[in-house]
């Protein structure tokens, strides 16, 4: 039969969970740093040109008009806008979203809120 001492079986175990811990700590720092570059602003250098929207009738008294919103897709943007919306919350108010500039790399919309 062997003998083993429990302050070494301990030390066994502290390496075994400090090697663990390491492991998961590089996988959650890969996993933000992907997350990371994902999220890439989409830039043009020609804005692109909304289409012509018949405004509807309103359909109550709680919803707003959502004029001018555009949406990355790929790496250009798509028309999202020209329709009615109820705000999330009494009291909301629509924030037009904006095209701004960012030299040298171009536009790029900054949505409503």
Known sequence: MIHVDKSDFLKVKFWKMKKAIIKVSVLIFILCAVAIGASAQIYVHVRPVA??????????????????EWEPKG?????????WATPPHHGYAWVPGR???????????????
């Open 99 to 113: 095209w701004d500039h960012h030299n040298p790399d171009g536009d790029y919309w900054r949505r409503g809120t």
């Open 51 to 68: 289409p012509v929207i018949v405004r509807s009738e309103r359909p109550s008294e709680a919803h707003i008009w959502i004029g001018d």
């Open 75 to 83: 790496n250009a943007y798509r028309y999202s806008g020209g329709r």
